[in-house]
C-alpha cells in the first residue's frame, strides 16, 4: 500500500492518506473520542494474532474468502450491519476495539512502491486531526511530540503483530485448514433456518485429519492455540443473530 494510491485500493476506513510533515502540519493536533464513526455500518474488522485472547470474547473470530486471507472480527452477519457500533459511533463500552480500528486516523503507509522504510500517514478528513484549539499537538516545533512519538510506536507494534498474523495464516494455508465456512441459525417459530456464508473458517475436521508430527509442530509453535481461540469464538455468532434481529 502505498500514500499515493487512489481513494479505491486505501484500507478499510481510510478516505485519503498524506504523510505527516512538520512543514505542513506543524499546527496539528489530535483528539481522543469516545465514539468510533469510522467503525459504524461495518461488520466486519481485521485482527491481529496477539488480540485473538481478548477479542473471541466479543466477536466471532473468522477468515476472509480472499486469496490472502486476513482473520477478521465478525460484528455483524451482513455487510452494513455492526450490532456494537451504533450509526454516531457509540459502541458497547465492554467490547474489545481492534487495534486496526484504534490506530485510525493514523497509519504506515510506503510512500513509493518498492520502499523498505514506512512513514507515518494521516488520513486528513477524519475530524481527530486538524488544526484546532484542543487536542495534542503533533509537532514540538519541528520535531516529533511526544504524541506523535507514542502514534508512531504503536503504528510499529501493529505492524509487526500484522507480519506474525501473516505468518499464521500462511501455516493454516500450508496444511489446507482453511474452509468455506457457513452460519446455521434456526430461530424458534421461523420456517426456515438463516444461512450465512462468505467467509472462511476450520473446522475439527481438518484438524483431526493432520499428522500428529504437524499437530505437535503447531502446538509448539503457538498456532494450535490460536486455532482453538478462534473456533471457540464461533460460539458468539449466535449473540450477534440475536441483536441482530431484534425488533426496533
Same mark, same amino acid.
Given at each position: 500500500?502505498?500514500?499515493?494510491?487512489?481513494?479505491?485500493?486505501?484500507?478499510?476506513?481510510?478516505?485519503?492518506? #498524506?504523510?505527516?510533515?512538520?512543514?505542513?502540519?506543524?499546527?496539528?493536533?489530535?483528539?481522543?473520542?469516545?465514539?468510533?464513526?469510522?467503525?459504524?455500518?461495518?461488520?466486519?474488522?481485521?485482527?491481529?494474532?496477539?488480540?485473538?485472547?481478548?477479542?473471541?470474547?466479543?466477536?466471532?473470530?473468522?477468515?476472509?474468502?480472499?486469496?490472502?486471507?486476513?482473520?477478521?472480527?465478525?460484528?455483524?452477519?451482513?455487510?452494513?450491519?455492526?450490532?456494537?457500533?451504533?450509526?454516531?459511533?457509540?459502541?458497547?463500552?465492554?467490547?474489545?476495539?481492534?487495534?486496526?480500528?484504534?490506530?485510525?486516523?493514523?497509519?504506515?503507509?510506503?510512500?513509493?512502491?518498492?520502499?523498505?522504510?514506512?512513514?507515518?500517514?494521516?488520513?486528513?478528513?477524519?475530524?481527530?486531526?486538524?488544526?484546532?484549539?484542543?487536542?495534542?499537538?503533533?509537532?514540538?516545533?519541528?520535531?516529533?511530540?511526544?504524541?506523535?512519538?507514542?502514534?508512531?510506536?504503536?503504528?510499529?507494534?501493529?505492524?509487526?503483530?500484522?507480519?506474525? #498474523?501473516?505468518?499464521?495464516?500462511?501455516?493454516?494455508?500450508?496444511?489446507?485448514?482453511? #474452509?468455506?465456512?457457513?452460519?446455521?441459525?434456526?430461530?424458534?417459530?421461523?420456517?426456515?433456518?438463516?444461512?450465512?456464508?462468505?467467509?472462511?473458517?476450520?473446522?475439527?475436521?481438518?484438524?483431526?485429519?493432520?499428522?500428529?508430527? #504437524?499437530?505437535?509442530?503447531?502446538?509448539?509453535?503457538?498456532?494450535?492455540?490460536?486455532?482453538?481461540?478462534?473456533?471457540?469464538?464461533?460460539?458468539?455468532?449466535?449473540?450477534?443473530?440475536?441483536?441482530?434481529?431484534?425488533?426496533?
Amino acid at each position: 500500500m502505498t500514500a499515493t494510491q487512489d481513494n479505491q485500493t486505501l484500507p478499510l476506513f481510510y478516505k485519503e492518506l #498524506t504523510p505527516l510533515n512538520s512543514g505542513v502540519h506543524q499546527a496539528w493536533r489530535t483528539r481522543t473520542t469516545d465514539k468510533a464513526s469510522w467503525m459504524a455500518n461495518q461488520h466486519a474488522v481485521p485482527l491481529t494474532t496477539e488480540e485473538f485472547a481478548k477479542a473471541q470474547r466479543s466477536f466471532p473470530i473468522i477468515f476472509s474468502s480472499a486469496d490472502a486471507p486476513v482473520p477478521l472480527a465478525l460484528m455483524g452477519l451482513n455487510e452494513g450491519a455492526n450490532v456494537y457500533v451504533a450509526d454516531d459511533g457509540a459502541f458497547n463500552a465492554e467490547m474489545y476495539i481492534p487495534a486496526y480500528a484504534r490506530r485510525y486516523p493514523f497509519l504506515l503507509a510506503r510512500l513509493e512502491p518498492g520502499e523498505d522504510t514506512l512513514s507515518l500517514c494521516v488520513d486528513p478528513t477524519s475530524d481527530l486531526v486538524g488544526a484546532f484549539d484542543d487536542g495534542e499537538p503533533l509537532f514540538d516545533g519541528v520535531e516529533p511530540s511526544e504524541r506523535c512519538k507514542s502514534i508512531l510506536n504503536f503504528c510499529e507494534q501493529f505492524e509487526v503483530a500484522a507480519l506474525q #498474523t501473516t505468518a499464521f495464516v500462511d501455516l493454516l494455508v500450508k496444511h489446507d485448514l482453511l #474452509t468455506e465456512g457457513e452460519f446455521t441459525i434456526q430461530r424458534e417459530g421461523d420456517q426456515q433456518p438463516s444461512v450465512y456464508r462468505g467467509f472462511k473458517m476450520v473446522t475439527d475436521e481438518k484438524l483431526s485429519a493432520l499428522p500428529a508430527k #504437524t499437530l505437535a509442530a503447531l502446538n509448539q509453535s503457538g498456532a494450535l492455540r490460536l486455532i482453538h481461540l478462534h473456533q471457540v469464538s464461533l460460539g458468539v455468532v449466535s449473540d450477534i443473530f440475536t441483536l441482530q434481529t431484534k425488533p426496533v
